[in-house]
């Protein structure tokens, strides 16, 4: 809508302060794909006055929405995360990793529609951004262990030189299509 459209282009501005590579993202422009953006606000309200509501930007995620149909195995959405931010005085309070997970939560719920979300990937992510993005990774893969096969990881023991070595692409492949990365997040 426009008055979201109007309201990232006043915040905008913050991502070129704190990301290095930051370019301004046109949310009208659909030449690539169409836009998503996750905010995070933190709630002053202490009353029950809703007239006095009161909400500060804590942080945002651009995601960039590419159909791509003709993805091998099959076709859907990739999503590239093109910007995440959580402003300085909300950092490291855990709110980057919420939101990476509620981004995962609305990708899930896209599975048993006719274009679901396959993929989400960054672009030109920041060292401090790919630990967060492998943290969070490896807690929704230890979530999901019940429900993937492991077998293959539960032979070896860490202590034993086969645990290190380089899965099997099947594996990597079945791993990447649960969780929504891509294979070489999986290895």
């Not at 003709?70 to 076709?75: A, C, E, Q």
């Not at 093109?82 to 997970?101: E, N, V």
Request: proline share 6%; with cysteine; aromatic share 10%.
């Amino acid at each position: 809508s426009t008055s979201v459209v109007d309201y990232h282009n006043k915040v905008q501005p913050l991502a070129r302060w704190f990301i290095e590579t930051a370019d301004d993202v046109d949310l009208t422009d659909d030449t690539k794909g169409s836009w998503k953006v996750l905010y995070l606000f933190q709630d002053h309200n202490t009353s029950s006055d809703s007239s006095a509501h009161k909400l500060s930007l804590a942080g945002f995620i651009t995601l960039l929405h590419v159909n791509s149909p003709f993805r091998k195995p099959k076709p859907g959405v990739i999503v590239r995360v093109c910007q995440a931010l959580i402003l300085p005085p909300y950092h490291r309070a855990g709110h980057g990793s919420t939101m990476l997970h509620c981004m995962h939560d609305y990708a899930n719920a896209t599975n048993g529609g006719s274009n679901p979300i396959l993929e989400i990937n960054v672009e030109d992510p920041a060292p401090g951004f790919v630990a967060l993005r492998d943290t969070v990774d490896y807690q929704r893969y230890m979530s999901l262990m019940p429900f993937a096969d492991c077998s293959i990881m539960d032979k070896y023991l860490i202590t034993e030189k086969e645990y290190f070595l380089p899965k099997s692409d099947v594996m990597l492949e079945s791993f990447a299509e649960i969780l929504k990365i891509t294979k070489r997040q999986c290895q």
